[in-house]
């Protein structure tokens, strides 16, 4: 039987973590023509990156045999900011962005403008009723399969249960594998089409609400 550890995010575990921020990206971003070793794609990575770092109050890495296979960051209201200390200097990333070459820049932009319209959208008037947020969680493709995700999961429903938490919510699109939360006792509870005019052409993705209740 696979062992798998869990243990508190350390700076070590950022690269990986990097990287399962991409496979959970797919198709989304307008990734396939961008070249991931440039400046411009590791710099759209690290401003990411630190929006999770910047929120989350619990966070967790799954390890089997040594190597990071997992992550989950999660927030609840009232708790402390727990990651900022792993925070690179946003400053030198954003520059990198802004000088890029129009279309990359612009398709950024799009994305960025495009899906934070659709998830105001979607909590508008209700984001006063969440007590938290499940903010990223990823499991490798090598390692799925072997109940990781679930076991993460486990980890911040015990959090969020020491924190008084009743209500979260969580943002997700098309794109992503929703199935792991309508399997784990998520419930979606809105959807907006959010419609990116992208440089190489359009794209059309769904942006789920989901809210799980304790």
Known sequence: M?????REIEEIDLPIIKSLIVEAWGDGWNLKHLNQDSDFFQSLLEVYLSMFLNSSTFGKVAVIE???????????????EKFRH???DRLPHTLTLLSAADSERMDIVEHLSISFEAIGQLLENTAHAY???????AVSKQAQGLNIGKT???EAVSYFNSRNVKTIYLIADSQCNTGFYDHNGFSKVGSKEAIYNYSTGQKKFDVFLYQ???
Request: glycine share 8%; hydrophobic share 45%; aromatic share 12%.
């Open 152 to 154: 993460l999961w486990n």
């Open 66 to 80: 040594n190597k990071v296979v997992g992550a989950i960051l999660c927030s609840a209201n009232g708790d402390a």
């Open 86 to 88: 792993l925070q690179k």
């Open 131 to 137: 007590d938290g947020s499940l903010e990223f969680i």
């Open 2 to 6: 696979t062992s798998v550890i869990l």
């Open 212 to 214: 799980y209740q304790f």
